[in-house]
């Protein structure tokens, strides 16, 4: 079992930035990979970024390509999401999840997070 809480959301406007963090217990970390989907009012969960078990692979959406960075740093059991140039349409509660695969899927994913939620305003 891996128990995940994020954290670092809040209120920007746009163009500014904020760093997601995902904190994780239990499991060996290392042994994960982690992804961030995100989620809309009325929309269905989006894949946002995945990062491999020991971080050398990473993969984006399209549109956040150039804009997110999602790293993460084993021996203090995290990843992160740094978000720069943010605009409203990434308002969207954020959401980490960890799994054997390294994949953009989210059923693929065994365990996720309660999510933090992001506003970007206008």
């Known amino acids: 079992q891996v128990q995940l809480v994020e954290s670092g959301g809040g209120l920007v406007q746009a163009g500014g930035s904020l760093r997601l963090s995902c904190a994780a217990s239990?499991?060996?970390?290392?042994?994960?990979?982690v992804g961030w989907f995100r989620q809309a009012p009325g929309k269905d969960r989006e894949f946002v970024a995945a990062?491999?078990?020991?971080?050398?692979?990473?993969t984006y959406a399209d549109s956040m390509k150039g804009r997110f960075t999602i790293s993460r740093d084993n021996p203090r059991n995290t990843v992160y999401l740094q978000m720069n140039s943010l605009k409203p349409e990434d308002t969207a509660v954020y959401y980490c999840?960890?799994?054997?695969?390294?994949?953009?899927?989210?059923?693929?994913?065994?365990?996720w997070g309660q999510g933090t939620q992001v506003t970007v305003s206008s």
């Open positions: 999840a960890a799994g054997l695969r390294w994949t953009i899927i989210a059923r693929d994913y065994n365990y």
């Open positions: 239990g499991r060996t970390f290392s042994n994960y990979s």
């Open positions: 990062i491999s078990k020991s971080g050398l692979s990473t």
